[in-house]
């Protein structure tokens, strides 16, 4: 609380800087500030002040600033767009590749192309070719400024080299060694460099078992390998193994984020990274799911009007459907969320669609089992109606088990498929067990209806 | 797929080297490989091959494997209790000290005492203070082996210390400057001491602005600063700011899946953690949770009961039953993901308790009156009855508004009262909006009664 207060403080001082034109103590003080309070300070500031900022600071200090930034902020267009052109531009080849890519993603093409023809021609290459990787690739996440050395020189040069790019490289605590073609031969780690003797050869001291990553990889699976190995960057190399960029930790803790809201979003239906809409716009969003799966419902509407002779013979069976769709539904939820995850971790596919398929719904007979003789105990005292209760607990153990079954084998279909599984969401495996447990539920009814008619 | 199979060559090669007694071999490819990698073939081996391992390696080279493969691994204290006592005692002192206190702390106290006795006083005496902080804070997940220096020297100096020290520091990336009394004065990255003169004085160029932590931090919040300042570590300190340890990355993005996993868990009423079960035990952890809802089932079921004779009267009323509650339920997960969501990015919970409710509540409105009429044309047009289609649409707008308050209000009391907002999980907004939705449905009904009569 302490620390935020002083803060604040020090916010109100940088803008009565800025409105009095005090160019030299605004800079040092900002300047002295971490980029993310940079960017907590320069995101409360009004536009006429913001265009006082870019004045006094250089697209260099408002680029690094942006890299800190960038990541989900809805206003960066904005921000971008109230920059002279020219200003805007050096700032965009001064920030990480990985985060100007980002940035120039969100606009459309004729803007793009302004930015780059303005910039210098490597620059402006470079952003072009990131461009085009495929979202939700390493490509899209690499960033350019990584620091390689060749073999064939001693630590003491590899450090004076590192020391010149030490200001503009991304990480510098890994330093990857590269042949005449740019090919990917070895790696060192600062640490290494450091605890080496500084006549060593780089050859001699680099370990040439690099683990890396292609261009085209699934973003989920690099966050796998920095969670296996612990490391604080990964070079990323075409098919023919030339390094062409780094991923470092900090866009592999926004990956982890984004797969694991994801995945949340997709058991609940709903996107929820979208948070700050108002009421309009977010039915807009949750309108489509709700609507497809009320038409889902409609057939087990359908099915249970198909049976309206039944209830009107024994109304008594109403009393039990939410009761057993609704328990089934818990169950098959349960299922789903497991079999998602068990996707999730990914180890050795092939055997665990049937284990997991196969488990499930073994854990569904017995949970089914043991729901299904507590309600019938409880029918049969409540109702003095042990046939009802016995049906009513059939059809339970049943409905579960058939709710398990669904839960688990549709994502695993799904991902067999190539979909991703987390689109058959909580409320769609609910809604179709729904369907199951009624059909389920008046046949064995059907079966003992003499027992109750009338009830 | 390449490399997985010549890794797989070279753990052949490994376990013959084992078999055969060829110590030399065995060290020279093991040691060269990643820790990761020592620990796959560690863990693909028998417990007489294993045996032989501890004889080839020291327990300091055991313990940099243990120190990647202890996260999650339910084997850990089996290998432990197959070492001779004091090799065992070594290799946990050799740990770094947040893995090692992880280790420890699955084994029972009169264990843990043991291998403290044959621990050198220094260690043992730290891993006993860290054995006290309370799970899921800082001082849980943090480690002592940092590298700390005084401001009053030069950075060539300084340079020379991060040298001796950086074979065993857990990061040499960050190098904190204490006073005389180990209070935390400043920060300098590796990058930066690097970057600077030789002939510099620490104290001129270390930042005194140090972002830290304190020991009792929850480790959630500490992730969130990790996340918005991008380190690679946070020093830790007690409230008279004294420097006890650091948090690094890695062990920030383990708490990062683990909360992504127990939100995950939380809405689906399961915990998705432990996959590696058979069926018997894996029910024995679902019922619970499907019991106590069925429980709240048959508060539903108990509330149809009394509207039986309406049923009776009107059997087309146990047609839509389902429709309604299943639709609802839908819309209160949803808006219960939301407000999870919300309460875990926690920025200004003051405010967004009121808006976050009475925004889902105003979204529930617009998606229960358009999913209200969808559903009163059907009915009308199905049935030919628009009075009975009046009734439905009219009870599924209800029921949706009063699901999604429903679903975002129990989980920011939750969270306000001090509980974990996950508790409020998916299938029990659902069973609980079960027993709204046929409350409002019933009560529409009731008044609309003589319109359906014997329809």
Redesign the interface.
Known sequence: MDETQELETVFEQLKKDLDEGNLQEFRETFL???T?EQGQFYQSLTEAQRLIVYSYLSPKEVGDMFD?IEEDNEYMKDYLSEMRLSYAAEMLSEMFTDNAVDLLSTLDKREVAKYLSLMNAEDAAELRVMLHYEDDTAGSIMATEYVSIVANQTVRSA?YV??QE??TAET??YIYVVDQENHLVGVIS??DL??NDDDMMIADVMSE?V?SVHVGDDQEDIAQT?????F?ALPVTDYEDHLLGIVT??D???V??EE??S???G????N?EE?SE???K??GK??P???T??FL??A??SL??HY??L??EA?????????I???A???G??S???AV??LA?NDDKENSFFATVI?EV??G???GA??GL??FA?VAVWKGNPILGFVIGMAMMCAITVANLAGSLIPMLMDKLGFDPAVAS??FI??LS?LTS?LIYFNIASLFMSYFIGS
């Open positions: 002295d500030m971490h993310y800190v450090m590192l020391k030490a200001k510098i605590y600062l640490r450091i605890i078992r683990i920095f969670r296996d190995y612990d604080l930790v900090d592999i803790i926004d982890i984020d694991a809201a995945d949340y979003s058991l609940a239906g709903v929820v948070i108002n009421p309009i977010a039915a949750r309108l799911w709700l609507i799966l009320l419902g409609m087990t509407a249970i009007s309206e002779v209830v009107s109304s008594i069976l109403a009393v039990f459907i939410s009761l769709t609704g328990t539904g818990n169950a939820t349960q789903l969320a497991v995850r068990r971790m488990g073994l854990t007979i017995v949970t043991i729901t507590t309600i409880i909580g409320p609910t809604t729904d009624v």
